[in-house]
């Protein structure tokens, strides 16, 4: 299923079962500045980081088995230019999210990323864009510089969820601010900002109506051409 070009990402707010068998375990809304600050951005930060280890680890190494990759701290912090404290936050809230279960192995641990084997369960990573032909995601330079700030992870939650809703044919994530509010939590105001700082670290831009005909009554600022990823707009 997984080709060597992009990465791919456990989808957010995906049916995951709670370990107990009772209910479902929360999705991008669960992660809240209030209650877990840089943290939250952290954990998106690394989420992507195990992502393109994984699929690095397929490309070169010729180890990646299923849903499974091997890391250290010291992999983590290279690819997101994290110290260790944000990291162990991250990771911690990633296992409470669902979207990794983790085993220690070695000098490292063994993650599995929750769904990424499920068609429907998990998204493309532009992670030749992230990279930038560096060893660290050198797109989220801006963010990883806000952490302190809300910004980041309300930037982070929505491109998060933009990778989830990209059409794959047409490379576009078509979606309102009223569906952005009830996935991730965020206000118009938040949203607007968010937009913005991912337009200027280049993960996104609005499509112009000659590329993304409109649909019905649908806005033009709910369109969303994902940098990085294939389609007929690209």
């Known amino acids: 299923m997984l080709d060597t070009e992009n990465a ?10 709670h370990p107990s068998g009772e209910g479902f375990l929360p999705g991008l809304s669960h992660l809240r500045w209030r209650q877990h600050k840089g943290g939250a951005t952290a954990a998106l930060m690394v989420l992507f980081a195990l992502a393109i280890k994984s699929n690095l680890d397929q490309k070169t190494l010729g180890r990646r088995t299923g849903t499974q990759v091997v890391a250290t701290y010291e992999h983590l912090m290279a690819l997101t230019n994290l110290s260790r404290g944000p990291i162990a936050k991250g990771l911690e809230l990633l296992r409470e999210l669902g979207a990794i279960t983790t ?8 993650y599995t990323l929750q769904g990424i084997d499920t068609p429907g369960d ?4 532009p992670q030749g ?10 797109r989220l330079k801006g963010l990883h510089t806000a952490i302190k700030n809300r910004s980041s992870l309300d930037a982070m939650k929505l ?19 009223s569906a952005i509010r009830e996935y ?11 937009v913005q700082l991912l337009q200027g670290a280049q993960l996104i831009r609005l499509a112009r109506d ?9 806005h033009r600022h709910n369109r969303y051409i994902i940098s990085g990823l294939s389609g007929k707009v690209s």
Do not use: F
């Not at 118009?188 to 968010?194: D, G, L």
């Open 103 to 110: 085993v220690k192995s070695g000098n490292g641990c063994l």
């Open 210 to 218: 000659e590329e993304v005909p409109l649909k019905g009554r649908q």
């Open 184 to 194: 991730t939590g965020m206000r118009k105001e938040e949203i607007s900002v968010a």
């Open 129 to 138: 864009h992230l990279l930038d032909g560096q060893v660290v995601m050198r």
């Open 159 to 177: 491109y998060m969820l933009l990778l989830a809703m990209r059409d794959r044919e047409w490379n576009v994530a078509r979606v309102s601010y």
């Open 8 to 17: 791919y990402l456990p989808a957010p707010d995906s049916q995951v079962p």
């Open 122 to 125: 998990y998204c493309e990573l």
